[in-house]
């Protein structure tokens, strides 16, 4: 019973392997197909754009445990003193 068991359990995950792999290669060979119409649109002289849309920007890298330190103020420069007697 313990051989069936780890037998079935054997094919489920060959299973799910195979059905990963088949589907990667449908998403892969979509995307090729995808490539080679822009890659023909290129040729004829054609540029592609990207909608608006889609654009994205990319957030700014943070090192681990970096700390943003909060920014100060800039430093007023002191008025000139008045000379002595000066008034």
């Known amino acids: 019973m313990l051989a069936l068991a780890i037998n079935l359990l054997f094919a489920t995950a ?17 995307a090729y197909a995808m490539l080679m ?5 290129m040729d ?4 592609m754009q990207v909608d608006p849309r ?3 920007l990319r957030a700014a890298a943070r090192r681990a445990g970096a700390v943003i330190l ?7 420069r ?10």
């Open 44 to 47: 004829a002289g054609f540029m």
């Open 54 to 56: 889609e654009l994205r």
């Open 14 to 30: 060959a299973v799910a392997a195979i059905l990963t792999l088949a589907d990667c290669a449908i998403k892969a060979a979509n």
């Open 70 to 76: 909060p920014r100060r103020s800039p430093m007023l």
């Open 78 to 87: 002191p008025l000139p003193a008045l000379a002595r007697g000066a008034a």
């Open 37 to 41: 119409r822009e890659k023909a649109l």
